[in-house]
């Protein structure tokens, strides 16, 4: 039996969790992209197929970003955490900013892995709770701006995930930065 990645589980999770509720707006507002677009940054190898090749960040891709995202917040004299997850959520790095409150750590972590789970920016995750309020309840997850998914093809290959400044505004615009850095 072929084993579900975190973000084809978590997504079923959703879809069942709404068929049970009766909810149908929370499966249509879960799904962000189309079914097809994560085929680019996972495809089946053609000789073998039991295997699959994916698409993932380097850690000094990942580093890059990072401190790229730091630097944007220092701009701009604030002290937040970045936390850059791969495409399964898994967390491939995490900076503290110098001064960035203790919250901000994990907070950073959850919103790079909710952002990379539905391939959208938080702050647009966020807007979608009225009408799946149950969302917020997945483990693991922020539904607060500030996360950024990284994309190749169009899929989902990791997340920037910043925390620690006084707006979620501002926390994606630094994220954004970080994904924009990954571009140069």
Request: aromatic share 2%; hydrophobic share 45%; net charge positive.
């Amino acid at each position: 039996m072929k084993k579900l990645s975190l973000r084809a589980r978590v997504l079923t999770g959703v879809a069942a969790a709404a068929v049970v509720a009766g909810t149908v707006g929370a499966a249509s507002a879960s799904a962000s992209a189309p079914a097809a677009a994560p085929a680019a940054a996972v495809k089946t190898d053609t000789k073998n197929g039991n295997l699959q090749e994916s698409t993932h960040l380097t850690l000094e891709a990942a580093s890059r970003a990072a401190q790229a995202t730091l630097d944007a917040a220092k701009k701009e004299n604030q002290r937040v955490s970045v936390a850059v997850v791969d495409r399964n959520g898994n967390t491939i790095l995490t900076l503290r900013g110098d001064g960035a409150g203790p919250q901000a750590y994990e907070s950073a972590v959850k919103k790079a892995y909710t952002a990379v789970s539905w391939n959208a920016p938080t702050s647009e995750l966020a807007k979608r709770l009225a009408n799946a309020p149950t969302l917020k309840d997945i483990p693991g997850t922020l539904f607060l701006a500030g996360g950024a998914p990284v994309t190749a093809k169009g899929a989902p290959i990791a997340a920037i995930g910043v925390a620690g400044a006084p707006s979620g505004d501002l926390d994606e615009k630094f994220a954004q930065a970080g994904v924009a850095a990954l571009g140069k």
